[in-house]
């Protein structure tokens, strides 16, 4: 069988790619090494922010909007939770780059956010110890997704609409021929397709070696949080910069637990296995403690973690492109820890290209010629 659109990694993107081209009546052939959602890519843990007032840069924001809008529909098709409208709280020193962009965004878009000052954040809630001088920026109509549950509904979705799903099989390498692309499997099987679509998250480069794509263990962390920090009592997920440009993420607490990251830093690693547990370094259990003392003091200690991956970009910028001997190729690679966001409307950007259309925001800003790399097969 000859394919329309052969997905590469069907996490995040790859599963809404798989879903709304299968959706738009292609054949569509999704392949996977794991049975997602899972635990070996970057999806798993439970939830994941989005906001719309972006402090990476204003040129963000109609992607997260119209992935925002991706999102509200699966959770109605799917009939399953998806996301929660819980708010975001952005908070940084004033004049960080971090909160102007995030500001700019706000005055750009006409986003329904508010801009406070130290004093109004720890008015509003008060177990964030905002310091005199910095600014908060809340986005009310923001929140957090629950990101196995959007991954296993796109799956399942996808499967519904006529997706062929390969799973616990990894694709070993890419053919390129005239018209048609083929995709070998490690059992030795090739799959022919019309497009093909790469997400294969952190480990890419075993595919497209050229891809200037590091790996990096992250880590987070759950911790005992009792009063004024739970959803139902208005506490909102929320991104922190400090001075020292540090960032720290986190979530409203679920049964008296508040998960909590750091954004930056971690170790590199090469391959899966490098990935090692929460806890394995020493450094795990310290990550956060110091930002937990001086921004949320009520948080306790912590009650358990897990690792997970990032696949970084050198400027922590997407990066969404083809392949240049072979314009049927796709890749979506370095989201850089803050693309599951996007997933939704990154895969339907997918899809667009399988069917040969247009997408309806420009992605310009995430192609490859911004780096010095020779693009190869």
Same mark, same amino acid.
């Given at each position: 069988?000859?394919?329309?659109?052969?997905?590469? /990694?069907?996490?995040?993107?790859?599963?809404?790619?798989?879903?709304?081209?299968?959706?738009?009546?292609?054949?569509?052939?999704?392949?996977?090494?794991?049975?997602?959602?899972? &635990? #070996?890519?970057?999806?798993?843990?439970?939830?994941?922010?989005? +906001?719309?007032?972006?402090?990476?840069?204003? &040129?963000?924001?109609?992607?997260?909007?119209?992935?925002?809008?991706?999102?509200?529909?699966?959770?109605?098709?799917?009939?399953?939770? #998806?996301?929660?409208?819980?708010?975001?709280?952005?908070?940084?020193?004033?004049?960080? /780059?971090?909160?102007? $962009? *995030?500001?700019?965004?706000?005055?750009?878009?006409?986003?329904?956010?508010?801009?406070?000052?130290?004093?109004?954040?720890?008015?509003?809630?008060?177990?964030?110890?905002?310091?005199? %001088?910095?600014?908060?920026?809340?986005?009310?109509?923001?929140?957090?997704?629950?990101?196995?549950?959007?991954?296993? *509904?796109?799956?399942?979705?996808?499967?519904?609409? %006529?997706?062929?799903?390969?799973?616990?099989?990894?694709?070993? =390498?890419?053919?390129?021929?005239?018209?048609?692309? @083929?995709?070998?499997?490690?059992?030795?099987?090739?799959? +022919? /397709?019309?497009?093909?679509?790469?997400?294969?998250?952190?480990?890419?480069?075993?595919?497209?070696?050229?891809?200037?794509? $590091?790996?990096?263990?992250?880590?987070?962390?759950?911790?005992?949080?009792?009063?004024?920090?739970?959803?139902?009592? /208005?506490?909102?997920?929320?991104?922190?910069?400090?001075?020292?440009?540090?960032?720290?993420?986190?979530?409203?607490?679920?049964?008296?637990?508040?998960?909590?990251?750091?954004?930056?830093? =971690?170790?590199?690693?090469?391959?899966?296995?490098?990935?090692?547990?929460?806890?394995?370094?020493?450094?795990?259990?310290?990550?956060?403690?110091?930002?937990?003392?001086?921004?949320?003091?009520?948080?306790?200690?912590?009650?358990?973690?897990?690792?997970?991956?990032?696949?970084?970009?050198?400027? @922590?910028?997407?990066?969404?492109?083809?392949?240049?001997?072979? +314009?049927?190729?796709?890749?979506?690679?370095?989201?850089?820890?803050?693309?599951?966001?996007?997933?939704?409307?990154?895969?339907?950007?997918?899809?667009?290209?399988?069917?040969?259309?247009?997408?309806?925001?420009?992605?310009?800003?995430?192609?490859?010629?911004?780096?010095?790399?020779?693009?190869?097969?």
């Amino acid at each position: 069988m000859t394919y329309d659109l052969i997905v590469v /990694g069907s996490g995040s993107v790859g599963a809404a790619a798989s879903f709304y081209a299968a959706k738009a009546g292609l054949k569509v052939l999704a392949i996977d090494s794991g049975h997602p959602p899972h &635990d #070996i890519g970057s999806h798993h843990g439970s939830t994941r922010i989005i +906001r719309h007032a972006y402090g990476e840069g204003s &040129d963000y924001v109609p992607l997260v909007l119209r992935a925002q809008a991706l999102w509200d529909e699966l959770a109605r098709e799917s009939q399953t939770e #998806i996301f929660h409208r819980a708010g975001v709280l952005n908070l940084a020193p004033d004049g960080a /780059g971090f909160i102007a $962009n *995030a500001v700019a965004s706000t005055q750009k878009y006409a986003l329904p956010c508010q801009v406070l000052s130290a004093a109004e954040v720890r008015a509003k809630w008060p177990g964030v110890a905002a310091p005199d %001088g910095w600014v908060g920026v809340y986005e009310p109509q923001a929140g957090y997704l629950l990101s196995e549950n959007a991954v296993g *509904a796109y799956v399942q979705l996808a499967e519904k609409a %006529g997706c062929t799903q390969l799973f616990g099989q990894p694709a070993t =390498g890419i053919k390129h021929a005239a018209e048609l692309v @083929e995709v070998v499997t490690a059992d030795g099987q090739r799959h +022919r /397709g019309r497009k093909v679509l790469i997400s294969a998250g952190t480990w890419v480069k075993k595919l497209l070696p050229f891809l200037p794509v $590091n790996p990096v263990r992250k880590i987070f962390s759950w911790h005992r949080a009792e009063g004024g920090y739970r959803e139902e009592e /208005g506490f909102p997920a929320f991104v922190v910069q400090l001075p020292d440009k540090t960032q720290y993420y986190g979530f409203p607490a679920i049964a008296n637990e508040l998960k909590v990251g750091r954004h930056d830093a =971690g170790q590199p690693i090469e391959t899966h296995e490098q990935r090692l547990p929460f806890g394995e370094f020493a450094e795990d259990s310290t990550e956060v403690s110091g930002f937990l003392r001086g921004i949320l003091p009520g948080v306790g200690a912590s009650l358990r973690g897990a690792a997970c991956t990032y696949d970084m970009s050198p400027d @922590e910028d997407f990066i969404v492109d083809t392949l240049p001997e072979n +314009r049927n190729v796709m890749f979506i690679s370095g989201l850089s820890g803050h693309g599951f966001k996007f997933a939704s409307a990154l895969g339907e950007a997918a899809a667009c290209f399988a069917a040969g259309k247009e997408f309806g925001v420009d992605l310009s800003r995430f192609r490859m010629s911004r780096f010095a790399v020779k693009m190869r097969p």
